[in-house]
């Protein structure tokens, strides 16, 4: 038989297990009240780093492909050859044609050359058509001064004169042949200077196909991981086309969305517990250092219009940009994409 200590302690047991809990859940309740006042937390948080696509400048038949997936890739490695035959035969030919050009332009200028030498030869034979000229005058002038004195005979006179009209018709006609001279002269020129600007656009040209043909290397722009590859060895490529991606690990963040309620106490420089999801017992710390211009929802593809329909408030979120600290000791571990869990310090 039980003793009167005994059943008032049975008694009272229930009330000391009752008592027992609600103080351990008011700890809990004020501790968590505590945490609440002092921290912002969100799970909607992930890794983000530089993901730098790999583009070809040319168009071609891959040749090789120098790496795999997830590869570990340094900067200026050769990922991708693209078969440069075609772009060597048009080289070839670009080179043909400037080089016939060039002797295109020589050639005008020994013929400007041979024109201007035509052209004082024609002006000194004009030069001694303009003196016997001036001689005939001179003697048909005078014989028809005799004549008049009836010093000569009428033909000796006429004779004269019809010299006199023979070098005047040939000065006039050297004078046309030197116009007719300079005018060619003018064309060869002309033609020359274009010849020379077709000449610099054709080693334009050939200038820009061997940088084409630098081009049919495909070397990576930065450091890190080959991320998904979608190229192959014999596959026709465009220029442009994204051959794969080299995900940069030097370079990691977080992004945190945050509702807009809770933006209010968060401050660049703040002090930001990091949490990711792969290793839950391995604490990172951060800093806020940058907040989105506009939320979420704002980036989507088809952003919400709210002046057509039915208006339903819903809260929004605020990306904010969280720095690791010491990030070269979990370089290792984080992923681009992984999910973590972000606290905030505010008080």
């Known amino acids: 038989m039980a003793t009167?200590?005994?059943?008032?302690?049975?008694?009272?047991?229930?009330?000391?297990?009752?008592?027992?809990?609600?103080?351990?859940?008011?700890w809990f309740g004020f501790s968590a009240y505590q945490h609440a006042q002092a921290f912002e937390e969100t799970d909607n948080a992930q890794i983000e780093t530089y993901m730098v696509p790999v583009l070809?400048?040319?168009?071609?038949?891959?040749?090789?492909?120098?790496?795999?997936?997830?590869?570990?890739?340094?900067?200026?490695?050769?990922?991708?050859?693209?078969d440069d035959a075609e772009y060597q035969l048009q080289l070839a030919e670009m080179e043909a044609t400037y080089r016939q050009m060039e002797t295109d332009v020589e050639n005008?200028?020994?013929?400007?050359?041979?024109?201007?030498?035509?052209?004082?030869?024609?002006?000194?034979?004009?030069?001694?058509?303009a003196i016997r000229r001036d001689k005939a005058k001179q003697d048909a002038d005078r014989d028809a001064r005799l004549l008049a004195d009836k010093a000569i005979t009428r033909k000796q006179a006429d004779d004269s004169r019809n010299g006199l009209d023979?070098?005047?018709?040939?000065?006039?006609?050297?004078?046309?042949?030197?116009?007719?001279?300079?005018?060619?002269?003018?064309?060869?020129?002309?033609?020359?200077?274009?010849?020379?600007?077709?000449?610099?656009?054709?080693?334009a040209k050939i200038d820009e196909q061997k940088l084409k043909l630098t081009y049919s290397k495909v070397f990576a722009t930065s450091s890190g991981r080959i991320g998904r590859k979608n190229v192959e060895s014999g596959q026709y490529v465009q220029a442009g086309q994204t051959l794969m991606t080299v995900v940069q690990d030097s370079t990691m963040w977080v992004v945190a969305n945050f509702k807009e309620t809770q933006v209010?106490?968060?401050?660049?420089?703040?002090?930001?517990?990091?949490?990711a999801d792969a290793f839950p017992n391995e604490k990172m710390k951060g800093k806020?250092?940058?907040f989105s211009e506009a939320t979420g929802a704002k980036f989507s593809l088809l952003p919400p219009d709210n002046a057509s329909g039915n208006f339903v408030k819903v809260t929004q979120k605020?990306?904010?940009?969280?720095?690791?600290?010491?990030?070269?000791?979990?370089?290792?571990?984080?992923?681009?994409?992984?999910?973590?869990?972000?606290?905030?310090?505010?008080k």
């Open 4 to 26: 009167p200590e005994q059943s008032s302690f049975r008694k009272l047991l229930p009330r000391i297990i009752l008592l027992v809990v609600l103080a351990v859940g008011a």
């Open 56 to 82: 070809p400048r040319i168009s071609g038949y891959v040749k090789s492909v120098s790496v795999n997936d997830y590869d570990k890739v340094e900067k200026g490695r050769l990922l991708v050859e693209i």
């Open 108 to 129: 005008a200028r020994a013929s400007l050359r041979n024109a201007e030498l035509t052209i004082k030869a024609q002006e000194a034979n004009l030069k001694a058509t």
């Open 166 to 203: 023979v070098l005047v018709q040939q000065y006039d006609a050297g004078q046309a042949d030197i116009v007719a001279s300079r005018s060619r002269l003018d064309i060869l020129r002309t033609g020359i200077a274009k010849a020379q600007a077709s000449l610099q656009v054709q080693k």
């Open 264 to 275: 209010e106490n968060l401050r660049i420089g703040a002090d930001a517990t990091i949490t």
């Open 288 to 290: 806020i250092v940058s």
């Open 318 to 346: 605020i990306p904010v940009k969280i720095e690791i600290e010491n990030l070269p000791k979990y370089r290792g571990l984080l992923r681009a994409g992984m999910n973590v869990e972000v606290s905030v310090k505010i």
